[in-house]
């Protein structure tokens, strides 16, 4: 089955060039310097994520958008899931 | 005194108290930072009251583990329309502070809860207050702070930055020796003006002149056995960059206004990564990029 996530914390994200950075509002000076850089497609992925869609429909997502076939889009959206999941909370 | 003017970076601080018993004795640091305020605009209002406010509706947002002798060093709390830093000052009397601000971060009210009745001389820019004071309204202005030392030498300005202990202070002394003017090796400010990256002095403990420069290129230090170069781009640069910058990422204004400052001063002020061997060659090295 696949997962679902919801995000745990409010996030900024700004565009530089074709990558992107993510900065997490943080409640503790401990993670202050919390930085992700993302691609497009971890843009793209983390966009999607609202607590309602799944990862597998993600993945679904990004076949209609990007040239990949949907084993590669289930890999890439749980591998960024899994990078990101100090950021996420599973449903 | 119960009022002065600051210029920290070109950002003018009104501070003041119309408490009766309260002297405003602002840290010898501070001394070369005060000006006339006849004609100063105003960025920053300061007002310094005696008591201890209300706080039962406020919520803690932004904790701070660090805690000297049992206590936090600072918290901060909101309500949903404005927040409090709450600290003790780090001298000799810890006098309790609350300092209210809203989301502008142009506007403070310090309560000191100090007797009414007895005569208190205060500078409310004592630690912690005053560097984070500072930090908000540096944000709030076109710039950041950054944990960094700065040099000029031969008409070209440097900012040096990294991990404690990398060999800010050291690089900054080696290009002294070698002619450099130092403009400080802890805390500087980096602002936009005019399209330029300036970088300032913040007062500090001890007393110094405010200086400033035109920055030309920032780089983040690694120890090594031979001096290297490598520039950064892109995300890399923007994000191994703003890990040295002083930041508190509570509040999304202050992030989405640092982000985009380092995202536009990076295509006009190379970053990047300097290996370096503690040595005077290192002032040639940097000169010929």
Redesign the interface.
């Known amino acids: 089955m696949s997962n679902t996530f919801t995000k745990k914390t409010?996030c900024?994200i700004?565009e530089?060039?074709n990558?992107?950075?993510l900065?997490?509002?943080?409640?503790?000076?401990?993670?202050?310097?919390?930085?992700y850089?993302?691609n497009e497609m971890g843009a793209f992925i983390w966009n999607l994520i609202d607590g309602k869609i799944s990862n597998q429909e993600i993945a679904e997502k990004i076949i209609e958008e990007y040239d990949i076939d949907i084993e590669t889009a289930k890999k890439d959206v749980d591998n960024f899931t899994e990078k990101i999941s100090a950021l996420l909370k599973k449903i | 005194m119960n009022s002065y003017t600051l210029n920290i970076a070109d950002i003018i601080y009104s501070v003041k108290t119309f408490e009766k018993n309260l002297i405003l004795k602002p840290e010898i640091g501070y001394d070369n930072f005060i000006i006339d305020n006849n004609n100063a605009k105003v960025d920053i209002i300061v007002n310094i009251k005696i008591g201890r406010p209300k706080i039962e509706e406020y919520k803690?947002?932004?904790?701070?583990?660090?805690t000297i002798e049992g206590k936090k060093l600072w918290t901060i709390s909101g309500n949903g329309k404005d927040y409090f830093l709450h600290t003790t000052f780090q001298n000799e009397n810890k006098e309790e502070v609350f300092a209210f601000f809203d989301d502008n971060f142009n506007k403070w009210e310090i309560f000191i809860n100090v007797d009414k009745n007895q005569t208190a001389e205060i500078d409310p820019f004592t630690y912690p207050l005053g560097p984070i004071i500072m930090l908000y309204a540096t944000l709030v202005n076109n710039g950041i702070m950054i944990h960094s030392s700065g040099v000029k030498h031969n008409n070209k300005s440097y900012v040096f930055s990294g991990f404690s202990g990398i060999g800010k202070t050291t690089i900054s002394e080696i290009f002294k020796n070698e002619g450099a003017e130092r403009i400080n090796d802890d805390r500087l400010i980096i602002r936009e003006i005019n399209s330029k990256y300036i970088v300032y002095n913040t007062p500090m403990f001890y007393s110094d002149i405010k200086k400033q420069m035109t920055l030309d290129k920032i780089f983040l230090l690694a120890q090594a056995k031979e001096n290297s170069y490598s520039k950064l781009k892109?995300?890399?640069a923007?994000?191994r960059f703003?890990?040295f910058c002083m930041?508190?990422?509570?509040?999304?204004k202050l992030?989405?206004n640092q982000?985009?400052f380092v995202?536009k001063m990076h295509i006009n002020v190379p970053i990047g990564v300097l290996g370096f061997k503690p040595d005077k060659e290192i002032v040639e090295f940097i000169d010929k990029l």
């Open positions: 409010e900024v700004k530089v060039g990558e992107f950075i900065v997490p509002i943080t409640d503790n000076i401990a993670e202050m310097n919390t930085m850089n993302l | 803690l947002i932004f904790d701070v583990p660090d892109g995300a890399l923007i994000s703003s890990a930041q508190h990422n509570f509040h999304d992030i989405k982000l985009s995202i």
